[in-house]
């Protein structure tokens, strides 16, 4: 089992930056993806940005340019930078963690509690 451990989130006026960070510990499975999905009242759960286990990163179109994903591989944690932020990013923002048991290779998502960011106009 793996255990997902989020901070960060706020509330902060339009303009402002907020950063997110998710620790993941528990593992025993190599990583095949980390990163962060939103779901704002009344809407579907969307992707926000994912980082691979060699390095490439996915973002939403409505956040590119604005908003960075990173992660620490000793410390099994991911950070999101949310930059120039804006009322519509309002959500609870949710750390995603996909991994492969070392034991059998087979591949289990995990994800956090989640974390509220207000961004208030």
């Known amino acids: 089992q793996v255990q997902l451990v989020e901070s960060g989130g706020g509330l902060v006026q339009a303009g402002g930056s907020l950063r997110l960070s998710c620790a993941a510990s528990?593992?025993?499975?190599?990583?095949?993806?980390m990163g962060w999905y939103r779901q704002a009242p009344g809407k579907q759960r969307e992707l926000v940005a994912v980082?691979?286990?060699?390095?490439?990163?996915n973002y939403a179109g409505s956040v590119k340019g604005r908003f960075t994903i990173s992660r620490d591989n000793a410390k099994i944690t991911v950070y999101l930078e949310m930059n120039s932020l804006k009322p519509e990013d309002t959500a609870v923002y949710y750390c995603?963690?996909?991994?492969?048991?070392?034991?059998?290779?087979?591949?289990?998502?995990?994800w956090g509690q989640g974390t509220q960011v207000t961004v208030s106009s």
């Open positions: 995603y963690y996909s991994g492969r048991r070392y034991s059998t290779q087979i591949s289990y998502d995990f």
């Open positions: 528990g593992s025993p499975f190599s990583i095949n993806a």
């Open positions: 980082i691979t286990s060699d390095g490439r990163t």
